[in-house]
């Protein structure tokens, strides 16, 4: 099994859904985990959690649109943990709309949560491993719309495709300090994010909510199923423990087919 054996983790997002199994995951498999969310209380909660079942957590307080906030929580992290050995960045939310009738507010909100996001926390984890030059992993939540589109998602697939650039900036970058940089890219994962889409598209589409499961979000798995939070998590702890630069600059779709590269 991989292992993560004293290894600092800092999850964004990690108060619920995707992010908190990544937590999970993290801290059963040693791992220190900062648990990093809008909401400070959910944070606790969920870092009480891990604590509980035996695991090191500490909650951390994190708008990743705010650079001050960003640049704080990553040195609370250093300040507590002693360093910041994987980034997962995956606090994120979903808009829907068509593109003529998108706000230019709700598109910079997608933006800013995404990729201004990505970058800040990038920013501050590197600079740590940086100085410290011993190794390192980030880990960005993207999508199957990092390679593929669909309708109503302009802001988001628009992100999710700028974290493969980022990806593999980051991976050139800061491979002379041992640090690799990679996607995860899921297809659709029945959290709360997901379930508020699927009366939204029935709507927007004119369609039936079980036909927006079927024949929008899983029409082109191969059996059908939602991709589950154990499957991105499980591929998270392998991207976060792999030793070496072999790995890196990657996009690892974990879909049920739906995309294959």
């Known amino acids: ?28 498999a040693g791992g220190k985990v900062a648990i990093a969310d809008l909401k400070l209380d959910a944070a606790e909660a969920t870092a009480q959690d891990i604590r509980d079942a035996g695991g090191d957590a500490l909650a951390v307080a994190m708008d990743v649109t705010d650079e001050a906030q960003v640049v704080d929580g990553i040195a609370q992290v250093v300040a507590h943990y002693g360093r910041v050995d994987v980034l997962v960045s995956n606090a ?13 507010a709700d598109w910079k909100k997608m933006l800013a949560i995404h990729l201004d996001g990505a970058f800040l926390t990038t920013r501050e984890a590197l600079r740590d ?3 410290r030059k011993s190794g390192g992993a980030i880990i960005y939540m993207g999508s199957v719309h990092s390679h593929l589109a669909s309708k109503l998602k302009a802001p988001y697939v628009t992100a999710k495709h700028g974290l493969l650039g980022l990806a593999r900036t980051v ?12 996607v995860i890219c899921p297809g659709f994962v029945r959290t709360p994010l997901v379930e508020k889409q699927i009366p939204e598209q029935a709507k927007e589409l004119g369609i039936s909510e079980e036909d927006v499961v079927k024949n929008v979000m899983l029409k082109d798995t191969v059996d059908g199923e ?15 423990a ?13 879909s049920h ?5």
Do not use: H, P
């Open 1 to 28: 099994m991989n292992r993560l054996d004293g290894k600092v983790c800092v999850v964004t997002g990690a108060a619920s859904g995707i992010g908190k199994r990544i937590a999970e995951v993290y801290a059963a």
């Open 92 to 104: 994120g939310i979903q808009i829907v709309n068509k593109v003529t009738d998108f706000s230019l």
């Open 129 to 131: 491993m940086e100085k």
């Open 171 to 182: 991976a050139k970058e800061a491979a002379e300090y041992g640090v690799r940089a990679n």
């Open 226 to 240: 939602f991709t589950t939070v154990d499957d991105v998590a499980n591929v998270a702890l392998t991207l976060a």
């Open 242 to 254: 792999f030793e070496s630069n072999a790995l890196t600059g990657q996009s690892i779709v974990v």
């Open 257 to 261: 087919g739906w995309f294959m590269q």
